[in-house]
């Protein structure tokens, strides 16, 4: 019987023949932890005893969830991870780099690794290619200590794509689509495995607002095969040599096959306080949104930030709704200054803040006041998510944040084009 | 593991508690000062949780419990506030694999067959559950030899101090 691409890494990275359901020790190519689970990680592994991490050039910590830090104590955090990154060997990305998993896609993760990251997010470079699964602190920690993993080898659901986007739908409204189809918990414990004729004409920048929702559907890992997207992203990238074929076998056995013909979906929302709660625009239109909030490690990509700029070019924000603004990274940024997005987005009335988090987990940058509603471009809508329990967050678009904010309202963003 | 059957009261809480609701993203700042983060978790979802609970009571979930962040401080505080284990129709894969890797018990059952304030009785040698209350005995999912290998260490941590590496 052939092999997923989930048993094909994990087979790789545990010398064996691993299959869906076995449980396996896989060797880990990059460890990484972030601000707000990194400092529990780094004590765990110092009391686990072992002195030094297994791979220090392996192993990086970010500091973007609390970026620049609002709180002594967060600030206190910062210097403990500081202090260990330079003690140990290990990378650290300074606050204003961007969210950890736009830097692992920029810069690190490779068809075929396996990415442990203590961070649930971290399933984003699954569209690489690389067998990418978030852990909480203690795991982490067990990863920087012996360089490796536990792992059951995860049943795989084959997401079949045909078709092209209509004008105003995106990679976004595509898995909000999916995971108001299989709901928060249809995946959970597997891994969703993204194939079909429509992944030709899906950038990296979709493929990763895509895997990056993987485990709000509950999975393990949501992986791309790597094809010629997938090398051109690395050569623009300046690593090309890391580029390799990465394939399930035409045999390969799913748990369940899903076709979605991308030419049928329509710009997307999901209502408050579930992810899976997604309905199409119509169904929400007309909600007064106070806050706009476009970033994050799902939508805060060049491309995003393009089709935003595009719709409010020229345009003002509505003037009872607040325009925040997160570049997913300083590379984003840069881009973004140069080809003259955010010019655009300032003059409409944008605020643009730090690249990271920002206002996605509701720790600064944007926290939600009682009975205010949020757009976000962001991928969790929870109650209580954006630091004020007594607020609602919609999830949508880049294009359909850009066409609420105009109108200061849910609007549909095929009538803002 | 000291102590293989466990006693205490169901605390009942409904389906799709988030990491968000367990304890929330604005209480960060507390993440490095756990007995003073211990004294939200849940507040905004049962706000009389930590007051209502006593030591060894069991969280009672519906589906999908522990969704979202991989924050382990959802574990952890649950743990603090004297949880015995977590029952739940299903958890999320990231907040299983916390919780044993801090000792605390999940087991996957059918919830609805408890009510809150009913009088449990689980034996963790065999992942039983006897509803001394209404008589009804619960069977619930076993976990892998490596997960209970863990739990029996009182978590990772421990387990890895033991065996410095996994053992299959």
New interface residues.
Partial sequence: MGKTLAEKILSDKSHGDAKAGD???ADVDLVFVQD??G??AIK?FK???FGSIAKPQRAIIFLD??APS?????S??HR?LRTFAKESGCFLYEVGSGVCHQLVAENVANPGDMIVG???H?VTAGALGAFAT??????A??AL??G?T?L?VPESLLIILDGAFPKGVDAKDLILYLIGQIG??GA??KALEFSGQALACLSMSQRLTIANMA?DA???VGLFPSDDVTSEFLVSQSRGDSYKPLHADTDAEYQQAIHLNLARIEPMVSLPH?VDNAVPVSEAKGVEIQQVFMGTCTNGRLEDLAIAAGILQGRKRHPDTRLLIAPASRQVLAQAIEKGYISSLVESGGVILPPGCAAC???HQG?LGDGEACLSTAN?N????M???EAMIYLASPATAAASAIAGEITDPREAM | MANTVLRGRAIKVGDNISTDLIIPGRFAHLRSNLPELAKHVLEDTLPTFTSELSEGDFLVAGENFGLGSSREHAAIVIKMSGVGAILAKSVAHIFFRNAINHGLPVLLCDTDRISGGNELEIDLTDFSIINLTSGVRLSCNEISPLMSAILEEGGLIPYIRKHRDFEL
């Fill in positions: 449980i396996v020790v707000i689970t400092p529990l765990q009391e686990i005893g969830h609390a609002p709180h002594r104590q967060l206190n955090d403990f203590s961070d649930s971290t978030g852990m909480g602190s203690s795991d920690a067990v200590a012996l490796k536990w059951r928060a918990q959970t414990h485990v509950g999975a393990q579930s987990l509701g720790l926290v969790r929870f109650k209580g998510r630091g004020n329990p």
